[in-house]
């Protein structure tokens, strides 16, 4: 694609910024609903002004087992770039580059921020010697613009934060790195124009850089401005969350946060109820309402005026006037309507997100349940996580390319587009389970990489435990025996045939 200038640059890294900042506000939400700072709810501003500050800070928070269920069972443990069982030295390469860059705890970390905010990203770039450095991105400060006639194709990236107060973005195209920045806080006309510094800027950018308070960064690793893109692509690649064809990827918890609304408010019921109508209640009834004294400065008596009948509620009195005073009694309110209801609620949440219910109600409904039973519980959520399996590995490929192209390895890079990402089997099984199958694989002729492959280990701890197994055989009494007996075959004479 041609190369852009500055006036282009600066009119995209405008609009990917904007919509950068579009999806920060929902994307903060989300998180805040997972980390449980959600208030609880009220369905009247008369009962949250009377109520609101008795459970400040309460919250039953169920977007957090939502987010974290499908996250514990995504993890890649290995790629292969083609189907020959001997793992080659560029597949150690690349194992070693995803493992130097903890990509392990960061991919946790990533995918979790996806499925909150629908969408994460990976940026690999390179050091001075050609050494990989991936970063995860979080989705309210980087996005990708794709090509619309190749959706799969990315045309530009960009990268935007803050730091103190200067905010940077910084445009990747497959050709070139723009670098911008200006101050945090909006600027007055006329004030701090930007400077264009050392950098040649083309007629006319200038004019657009001061009316939007965007400069060029002067980066002292950098000779030029922009400086020029050796990957020929851009540095990034997407981790969708659910997309959708035509549309947006979705986050898993954005539906729950409704839900999680309506579990609160009844909460927020249940506690106001346990509080004054929990115990049982008696009423004064038919008597004049109280009268409370008032006194001049030397505390005497000069008159009476009459109770506050809300302080009163408040005290847990509650006094009716009338011409014949008599007192009644109210027996507790019974709770169990408010649990039931959001256990209900609960349960909804499961059905709609494919959690299974014994991770959100302990035991609720999975009492003296089978192992079978257990599993087909799981089914929708193992049928959930392999699909995002499928929708993450062509972006996962997309990495251990960019780890190739890094290294100047243009060849190696496109075999990455089409390797196999391994991952873990998404079905959680016990340990006595997975052995027992794994040895009847074993026992019917399936090669034990292959066994070692479906039990979880990485390809470099194939290779390891298969040395091992070839030092341990080699150490065998019994093997060294059977090496030092004569072999029949091509050359030898055969055994004497003694007849009695």
Avoid at 5 to 34: F, M, N, P, S, W
Avoid at 93 to 113: P, Y
Wanted: charged content about 25%.
């Amino acid at each position: 694609m041609p190369l852009l200038t500055a006036d282009q640059a600066l009119v995209i890294t405008k609009r990917l910024h904007a919509e950068v900042c579009g999806r920060r506000r929902e994307a903060q939400r989300a998180e805040d609903y997972y980390r449980g700072k959600q208030s609880l709810k009220y369905a009247s501003q008369k009962w949250r002004d009377f109520h609101g500050t008795r459970y400040a800070g309460f919250s039953d928070n169920w977007t957090a087992p939502v987010a974290n269920t499908p996250n514990e069972r995504l993890r890649i443990d290995g790629f292969r770039l083609d189907d020959d069982p001997e793992l080659s030295d560029s597949e150690k390469g690349l194992w070693k580059d995803w493992q130097l860059n903890d990509m392990e705890a960061q991919s946790s970390q990533g995918w979790l921020a996806g499925i909150i905010a629908a969408r994460s990203y990976v940026k690999v770039w390179g050091t001075p010697d050609n050494e990989p450095v991936a970063t995860w991105e979080r989705a309210d400060q980087m996005t990708i613009a794709y090509d619309p006639e190749r959706p799969s194709q990315a045309l530009y990236e960009l990268k935007t934060y803050v730091e103190d107060d200067t905010e940077y973005a910084t445009l990747v195209t497959p050709e070139q790195v723009w670098k911008w920045e200006r101050p945090h806080l909006p600027m007055t006309t006329g004030k701090d124009g930007p400077r264009s510094g050392d950098f040649f800027l083309p007629p006319g950018a200038m004019i657009e850089l001061e009316r939007e308070g965007w400069k060029p960064r002067d980066d002292p690793r950098d000779d030029t401005w922009p400086i020029s893109n050796p990957l020929g692509v851009v540095s990034a690649v997407e981790m969708p969350n659910r997309p959708m064809l035509g549309g947006e990827p979705l986050s898993d918890i954005a539906g729950t946060m409704a839900m999680q609304d309506a579990i609160n408010l009844l909460w927020a019921y249940l506690f106001s109820q346990a509080d004054f109508a929990g115990m049982p209640a008696r009423v004064v009834m038919g008597a004049e309402a109280p009268m409370m004294p008032v006194l001049d400065a030397n505390g005497i008596q000069v008159g009476e005026k009459p109770m506050d009948m809300r302080r009163l509620a408040e005290d847990r009195i509650l006094w009716l006037t009338g011409e014949k005073a008599t007192i009644g009694q109210w027996e507790s309110a019974k709770l169990d309507m408010f649990t039931g209801v959001i256990e209900t609620a609960v349960t909804h949440v499961a059905a709609q997100t494919r959690t299974p219910p014994h991770y959100l109600v302990l035991g609720k409904g999975m009492v003296n349940v089978s192992a079978d039973g257990m599993r087909a519980a799981e089914t929708g959520l193992v049928k959930k996580v392999a699909e995002m399996q499928l929708f993450l590995t062509p972006p996962a490929r997309g990495i251990f390319q960019r780890f190739a192209l890094v290294r100047n390895q243009k060849a190696l890079a496109e075999e990455c587009r089409t390797g196999t990402v391994g991952w873990r089997d998404a079905e959680n099984h016990s340990q006595a389970q997975r052995v027992d199958a794994l040895q009847k694989l074993d026992a019917i002729g399936f090669p034990f990489a292959w066994v070692a492959e479906q039990y979880g280990l990485s390809p470099s701890d194939v290779a390891r435990v298969l040395e091992m197994k070839k030092a341990e055989l080699e150490d065998d009494p019994l093997v060294a025996v059977a090496r030092q007996l004569p072999v029949q075959g091509a050359g030898t004479p055969p055994a004497p045939v003694i007849e009695e």
